[in-house]
Structure formats: structure tokens, C-alpha cells
């Protein structure tokens, strides 16, 4: 079984570490004002290397620690999806506009008050 699995995930002679094993931690609790992050991920290594506030503690070649502020450090709630464009509501369809002549002779299409038929500008 062992060798079935070598032959659907093979890897470089030269490996030291599988893709399993390649691994980022972060911790942090309330009472520190620093979050620790170990990582042996390249695309984490090379982020934190170019993070000015980023404060290599240590490292053995191959995984890193490092210590960030607090407020560097964000849990997202997931991906944020392009809002579509709503239509606008009925009441804003319905809406008169102004229609006043502007001072440079084009007309005004701010929505009008309903006494008197104008825009605030307009009235």
C-alpha cells in the first residue's frame, strides 16, 4: 500500500518536507500584544521578509518564526463577493426631477421636492 501511495504523490529526490508537512501556525492570545507566526511556507516567508513590522526570532533554514503587533493580524469571514448593482426603487423611478436651467445652460436633473417641483438648489 505504502508504495501505491509513493507513485500518486511523487515527490523530488531532494525533498526534505511534503506539501503535508509545509505548515504556517499563528498564535496569539488577549493578553499579548504580539502575534507569533512559525511557518515553513515559502509564500508566508517571503511576505513576512518584506513586512517592515515583521521581527524574525528565529529560524533553522527551513521554518521561520516570526512576531508581529497585534493589530497586524486578521480573521476574514470568508471571500467578499462583487455586489451587483440593485436597481434603483420604485419611488426613486418615479421621482420628478428638477428640470431648472443651471448658470452654464445646461438643465439641473437633481430629484425635485414635492411642493414646490425644484431641487434644494432650485427652489
Known amino acids: 500500500m505504502l ?12 525533498a526534505t518536507d511534503a506539501a503535508a508537512e509545509r505548515e504556517t501556525v499563528i498564535t496569539w ?3 499579548d500584544q504580539v ?3 512559525t511557518t515553513s511556507q515559502q509564500r508566508q516567508i517571503t511576505q513576512l521578509k518584506k513586512n517592515s513590522a515583521a521581527v524574525l526570532l528565529e529560524t533553522d533554514g527551513t521554518n521561520f518564526r516570526y512576531e508581529l503587533p497585534l493589530g497586524m493580524i486578521t480573521i476574514r469571514k470568508g471571500k467578499k463577493v462583487a455586489s451587483t ?12 426631477k428638477c428640470g431648472a436651467k443651471k448658470a452654464d445652460g445646461s438643465i439641473c436633473q437633481m430629484v425635485a421636492k414635492k411642493d414646490t417641483g425644484k431641487c434644494r438648489w432650485h427652489s
Open 35 to 37: 502575534v507569533t507566526i
Open 3 to 14: 508504495e501505491v501511495f509513493k507513485e500518486a504523490t511523487p515527490q523530488k529526490e531532494n
Open 29 to 31: 492570545s488577549d493578553a
Open 85 to 96: 448593482k440593485k436597481a434603483p426603487s420604485t419611488a426613486m423611478k418615479n421621482a420628478a
